[in-house]
């Protein structure tokens, strides 16, 4: 059974930042694509980021390259999301979610990805 847990999430203040994990766990890490997404009150999720352990392929949402980084430690079956100059539209609950590790050349649709963390919730102080 595919399991992924999050944490790292919390309260900031703008301009701050947070690293956000999502370990992962009854799958064989190298055949998935592990992405991160977002959900703020109100609005639809979003696909932010996405990554194939295997070969370290990445894919960024436009808006948020240059804040956002997504990174893989394999030994440890863990997707890392670093945050930096958060603004308070950041604020959101952020889920990781795995799929066939060919879908990290997809896009960041949420219809790609099957399997779902409980997410972490991100607040940004103004």
């Known amino acids: 059974e595919v399991q992924l847990v999050e944490s790292g999430g919390g309260l900031v203040q703008t301009g701050g930042s947070l690293r956000l994990s999502c370990a992962a766990s009854g799958f064989t890490f190298d055949d998935y694509c592990v992405g991160w997404f977002r959900q703020a009150p109100g609005k639809e999720r979003e696909g932010i980021s996405s990554?194939?352990?295997?070969?370290?392929?990445?894919y960024y949402r436009d808006s948020l390259t240059g804040r956002f980084t997504i990174s893989s430690d394999n030994a440890k079956k863990t997707i890392y999301l670093q945050m930096n100059n958060l603004k308070p539209e950041d604020t959101a609950v952020y889920y990781c979610?795995?799929?066939?590790?060919?879908?990290?050349?997809?896009?960041?649709?949420?219809?790609?990805?099957?399997?779902w963390g409980q997410g972490t919730r991100v607040t940004v102080s103004s």
């Open positions: 990554i194939n352990p295997s070969d370290g392929f990445t």
């Open positions: 979610a795995a799929s066939d590790g060919s879908s990290c050349r997809l896009g960041l649709g949420v219809q790609f990805f099957g399997s």
